[in-house]
């Protein structure tokens, strides 16, 4: 495996680490997911893990929820300043006008005037032309001010190539399925080359174990007996490892809980430390096994989503 992104990781700021971008935007490693968390759940989720001391959340408009990610951040009480908020723009938004109406949707929900990370959500390679549009409107949004980073999900090296060579700025970040299972070691090295922040969705394995994902023969990362006697070591769970595992490494990390417990659970990471011989463990455990979808895969039907209006 490679030796990931270390360059990115700048300080420990309170307690969380703080990654900084390569446009200089400083941004927390580890911050709470809001993937398949209903609205109804999502307020208090939010306000459980800005309580816990986490400063960054991850949504998306084809997540449904980022109304109600605003409303936590807003019951908070904490300033906007504190919170690095970063959403996704999803596939049926793609287009350079259309892009820019998707910054106006997802600021209108999240209640903000700015965003401080704005990534598009997939490749869409069969609509490739569209999808440099959308990114092309990211940079003018990124110029004027009303985002603070740019960047994209689910980008394999053919696209980060065709990306780079069709546009002007280098992407933020880079948010990719990542656990000890499939740590895709081929884009974590084309991201380090160019700078770019790789940031792990489902960083404890959450996809190998969600019903209807994967086939029947797949194990749960969450169960693997390494990772379970390297928990054991420390005085920690399995989950613990794992986020430690990233952030070690220089990557951020989003996993998601709507569970107090579990959210506060997952952000008790900064007071141990894995041994170059553990993280080479983790790093062993690879199967180059994708748990979720393939972004080469055309989604017809899913990419047709409509996002609503704000």
């Known amino acids: 495996m490679p030796s990931h992104n270390p360059a990115h990781l700048n300080t420990v700021k309170g307690m969380n680490m703080e990654l900084t971008l390569d446009n200089g935007v400083t941004m927390p490693a580890l911050g709470l997911g809001v993937f398949q968390s209903a609205p109804e759940q999502t307020t208090a989720a939010v306000e459980a893990a800005l309580a816990a001391g986490y400063r960054h959340i991850d949504t998306a408009a084809a997540y449904g929820n ?18 690095f908020v970063e959403t996704k723009v999803w596939v049926s938004d793609y287009g350079y006008d259309q ?35 959308a990114y092309k409107a990211l940079e003018s949004l990124l110029a004027d001010g009303r985002v603070r ?4 999900s689910n980008f394999m090296p053919h696209h980060l190539k065709q990306l780079l060579e069709e546009t002007d700025i280098i992407p933020a970040v880079n948010q990719i399925e990542l656990h000890p299972y499939f740590a895709q070691p081929d884009v974590q090295a084309i991201d380090a080359e160019h700078g770019i922040l790789t940031q792990a969705w489902s960083p404890i394995g959450g996809i ?48 998601k809980s709507i569970n107090p417990a579990r959210i506060a659970e997952n952000f008790d990471v900064f007071d141990f430390e894995l041994s170059e011989t553990e993280l080479a463990a983790v790093d062993a ?12 895969e055309a989604r017809e039907e899913r990419f047709a989503m409509v996002i609503p209006e704000a």
């Open 149 to 152: 980073a740019i960047g994209v």
């Open 99 to 133: 892009t820019l109406h998707a910054w106006e949707k997802a600021a209108g929900k999240l209640g903000l005037d700015h965003l401080d990370l704005l990534i598009l959500h997939q490749p869409a390679p069969d609509r490739f032309e569209k999808t440099i549009a």
């Open 66 to 83: 980022e109304r109600e990610v605003g409303e936590g951040i807003r019951n908070s009480g904490l300033d906007r300043s504190e919170v």
């Open 208 to 255: 190998t174990f969600y019903p209807g994902w994967g086939g029947e023969d797949r194990r749960s990362v969450m169960e693997d007996p390494t990772i379970a006697g390297v928990a054991q070591a420390h005085g920690k769970t399995p989950a613990q490892v794992m986020l430690r595992w990233h952030l070690q490494q220089g990557r951020s990390a989003i996993p």
């Open 285 to 296: 455990l690879h199967t180059g096994v994708r748990s979720g979808p393939d972004p080469d």
